[in-house]
């Protein structure tokens, strides 16, 4: 396979923008119609995470090492949409066509063949991967809503109980579909250790013009049926550092961070932890009274709800990354940090400042499976 | 803002010489809705210039194979015909994410909407009853003045502060009450307004529903209607191309983050009503 070959016969394609995807999908929609039920109605963010995907790859051909665990991914994440290895084939004679269109004169036998042999050893990776997670769990598992909460105008917890056990540690997400809106899949973190009756509860804020966060803050109703998707990311616990321990959540990102107190708080000698949950105005610190609650249950907790927003708010007002520099010194801390990214982002810049090293500073990086 | 030359299409020039209106006053930076109404803009100009270059291309293509295959320069080949339907499903996929996309847009405009009239509703609440409150305490004190001092009053101290007591309450609840229904009442008239309104958009919205068949092929179908009102039009950020859905809205963000804050103090439902009492939950 001549690599730099293939690369240029990608730059020259790429080079047509959206009108590539768009040739691909069709064509492989012409050729195999069945194929069209994986896809929501809506191809345009599809298309953007095809090219992006196809962009990495090829940048990346010569050094399969390094792609390996990036496609197993992949082809891991992909069972839950039904993509299964009888289509694999489908793919690769479409994206072939698409390529060898978009290249005209200078499309050639060799470079047909160099395509095949890269999509053949890609497709080889991801349908291993997915034979071998399929042998492990299933595709994606069904839920059942069995309560459902609109704290807020738009600001929803919900708890759905699972008919298989679904095995994930705390500070993980998981995707989630509605057949109200198929084919389309969010993350959300279960914000609570796994339990025996195989529920998880939800922190769901209504994006404006959000397809599925509309769904859930306000469209489900108890006996509403969801799926989930597999576990995925690496915001979770990490014990025995000896180390006390910082949380910050941004709104609904206290979900995951939720999660983990609980988990502390069944280890048999917990750390001191300090919970720093902020919102723009009072009405967003949803989820306090409970926290609260658990603040008085146990003495190694200490929340602190945060206001951004609001001048007449009697607690600590400010920014999430403000508040901290003036309310401890966190430097022997593990901090763990959830929230939107300018918020992570500022929360993580400050604590650098403050001298908290970086290896102390946990944050979710979901890598590529950001639906 | 919609920046416009005379074929309605943006052009280089206008994207150099673009100036932006400062945010609100109480806001930092440049006007959000202006600089995304003009991002949107900008978007929807690439994407058809892209699609013009696809189409370009595709004719130039064809035309080559044409030469190509000179030997018989009229008869389409099923390989044609196969990219030709390509063509037309890419088109209709297009054409769907496009009433996708305008549906999101509008229900994002929807939403930010009413979310900014709640805030602006929430906080207009919140200094009226504090206006309301002290315009009672302040007659009610009055009254309880007037009571104390009340010439020719023969009874004695105590019962005197019970009076004045009795004065102030029925003052306060009188000035309070009366606030209140004038308040309630607005507030319903408000509702029924936007009640009409809606009425209104919605009704246009569905005569301006896309029509996406060549009349004839859907004879029952009534033809796209000119829209009454200002909402029968798609809003300016409704380009048809527009960025897909936030992604991982999982962590959705306190919009301190970002967006500047608003300009009215935010409401509260908190137990900031410490300082003023209860009637800061009016609304």
Redesign the interface.
Known sequence: MDVQRLQESFARMAM????VP??F???L??RHPETRDLFP?????QR?RLVHALGRIVSDVEHVDALGGYLQDLGREHRKFGAIAEYYPHVGTSLVATVA?FN??AWTPELAADWKAAYDLIAQVMTGAAAEDAAARPAFWEATVVAHELRR??LATFRVATTEPLHYLPGQ?VSMESSERPRIW????PANVPRDDLTMDFH???????????VLTRGLAVGARLRIGSPVGTLTYEPGTGRDVLLVA????L?PLKAITEQISGLPDPPRVHLLF???????LYDLTDLEKMAARHPWLTVIPV????????GERG?LHEVLARSGDWRGHDVYA??????VE?TVTQLMALGVPRGQIHL?D?GWS?? | MTVSSRNGRLTPDQVQSISFPPARFGRRGLDEETVYSFCDQVQHELMTLLNEKASLWEEVERLRRRIIDSGDPTGARPEDAHIQAVRILSNAQQMADKYVADAQDYSRQLTQDARRQRDEVLAEAKKHAGRVLDEAHSRASRAADVMASEPGSVAGGEWRDRTAELAYLRTFSEVYRTHLRAYLETLLNNVEDWEQSEQASLAAARAELPFPFPSGTQGQSPPPAPGPTSYSSPPPGSSPYSTPPPPAPSYSSPPSYSSPPSSSPPPSSSPASSSSPSPARLP
Request: no cysteine; hydrophobic share 35%; glycine share 14%.
């Open positions: 047509h923008g959206d009108a768009l040739f999908y069709s064509d929609f012409l109605v809506s191809m345009a963010a953007d269109q005209g004169p105008f738009d997400s969010r993350l959300y973190s769901v804020r209504m994006i404006d013009g959000g397809t599925l966060s509309m941004g709104s609904t990102g979900a902020g919102a723009r105005t009072a009405d967003g206001v951004s927003d609001e001048p007449g708010y009697p920014m959830s929230g939107p990214t300018p918020m500022a979710e979901f950001e639906p």
